[in-house]
């Protein structure tokens, strides 16, 4: 009975297949049915060496092997190498085309001769320049500047001396008397700043003694008609110069330059029949 015993249970480990004497149909079956994935059979073996080369690029450049690339790519290369530059070239040509010959030349600058000033011009600026030094000394409460003293010292004249002048401008005719003093202008019987209150007016009367040195050498007495203010001044300005011409004959070169004895025949035109004003029409209607 005993051996009955160990023959029945020998019988079912006999049954159980070994597994170091399994074929190869088993190992190729064990990464299916769950084995061991490291066991791989005949049909599952590694992948070929050119398609690991392929892989890997940089292999055979590593090893030193050199890819000669194709013909047919290097003469596209060579042809768009050569298209380049032409294609480069024609812009230019046709900028050349479009470009005016000397444009990019720098234009030269002439600066306008700068025209003499007039004698009006010249008494308006001294007079802008008067009133702002008045204005300036008034606001910081300095006192009145001196007067710049003459290059030429002026010449003497003898006490009953007396220089009679006609000064004209426009309609107005101003008769001067300069005489000996101590620069005192009379205007009709009046001051000076009574007479042209507004300081452009006294800085035209006052041009000529100012510019020979003689304001504070003389006196001056004027009677002056016709015409307006501005008028008036200027003919009072052409016959003071005047008489300085005869009380010193070699100031005339001076006033001459600066246009103080020139006679200013400037006036306002006549108006005509059928006009409004000088040339102003009426209006034309055609129907």
């Keep these: 009975m005993i051996d009955d015993e160990s023959k029945e249970t020998s019988e079912p480990q006999d049954e159980s297949p070994d597994e170091s004497t399994a074929g190869p149909d088993a190992a190729s079956e064990g990464p299916a049915g769950g084995g061991d994935a ?38 596209e290369e060579s042809e768009a190498d050569v298209a380049k530059p032409a294609a480069e070239e024609k812009p230019e040509a046709e900028k050349k085309k479009d470009v005016i010959p000397g444009a990019d030349l720098e234009p030269i600058a002439v600066e306008p001769e700068e025209r003499p000033l007039s004698a009006e011009e010249q008494a308006r600026i001294e007079a802008e320049e008067e009133e702002r030094a008045q204005r300036e000394a008034a606001l910081v409460g300095e006192a009145e500047e001196e007067p710049q003293a003459a290059s030429r010292a002026p010449a003497k004249m003898e006490g009953d001396a007396r220089y009679l002048a006609t000064g004209k401008r426009k309609t107005s005719i101003a008769r001067v008397t300069v005489l ?6 009379e205007i009709n019987q009046r001051a000076l700043e009574e007479f042209f209150p507004r300081p452009l007016h006294q800085t035209t009367v006052r041009q000529p003694l100012a510019t020979t040195g003689y304001e504070k050498s003389v006196d001056v007495r004027v009677r002056v008609h016709g015409g307006g203010i501005s008028g008036q001044a200027g003919a009072v300005r ?34 005509k029949a059928g006009l409004k004003k000088a040339r102003k029409r009426p209006q034309f209607s055609k129907r």
């Excluded at 000996?180 to 202008?185: A, D, F, L």
């Excluded at 070699?250 to 306002?268: I, M, P, Q």
């Design 38 to 75: 490291s066991v791989l059979g005949p049909s599952e073996s590694a992948p070929p060496a050119e398609d690991a080369a392929e892989s890997e690029p940089g292999a055979s450049e590593a090893e030193g092997e050199v890819v000669e690339e194709p013909e047919e790519e290097k003469a």
């Design 180 to 185: 000996p003093g101590s620069g005192k202008i």
């Design 238 to 271: 052409h016959g003071i110069a005047r008489a300085l011409t005869k009380a010193d004959p070699e100031l005339r070169g001076e006033l001459k330059r600066r246009g103080f004895l020139t006679r200013d025949a400037r006036a306002k035109e006549r108006r």
